[in-house]
């Protein structure tokens, strides 16, 4: 007869593949995703994040990157902290129509930008959780070395999350 710890309780780890299929077809709270994308919003208007962007856009050399990183600090800074407030789907960040392309759709309206590029801004963000995800302390871009001057970091906005209320 078989005891308790034989009994396959479901808690298996997803393949990449099964990972991803879950994202796509495994509905996330709208809510959620409103939410979250308000917050965020609501930090890049009063905490001068646009205006952060907008510089960096206007220095780098790959303002994709610049957009990335600084969306993939952001998605980690509330994941982390909404987290230990409420019952936070992490899905809701990269889900199809989930936070990531309402963010960019924010902020390709407020800088003017064009649609392809918050294309690149997706796969870069993509790239660098997968990255960060296979325990790379530091995505490699695929283009190859920049010529001249490192693009500027693009931080969490200022003041941070602890002054947005987040934290």
């Not at 959620?32 to 856009?57: D, F, N, P, S």
Request: glycine residues 10%.
């Amino acid at each position: 007869m078989a005891g308790l710890e034989d009994i396959d309780l479901g808690k298996q780890r997803l393949t990449p593949e099964e990972e991803e299929t879950a994202l796509r077809e495994i509905p996330v709270d709208g809510d959620q995703v409103e939410l979250v994308t308000r917050l965020a919003i609501k930090m890049l208007k009063e905490g001068g994040g646009l205006q952060v962007l907008e510089k960096a856009l206007q220095q780098s050399q790959d303002p994709a990157q610049v957009v990335g990183q600084f969306l993939v600090q952001l998605i980690a800074g509330l994941a982390e902290n909404l987290s230990q407030r409420i019952d936070l789907d992490p899905r809701i960040f990269l889900a199809p129509d989930g936070f990531l392309d309402h963010i960019l759709n924010y902020i390709e309206q407020q800088l003017s930008l064009p649609p392809e590029f918050s294309d690149e801004v997706k796969a870069e963000c993509l790239e660098m959780i997968r990255a960060m995800a296979q325990g790379e302390t530091k995505p490699q871009p695929q283009a190859g070395p920049q010529q001249g001057a490192q693009p500027p970091q693009a931080g969490p906005a200022p003041g941070g999350l602890d002054q947005m209320g987040v934290m």
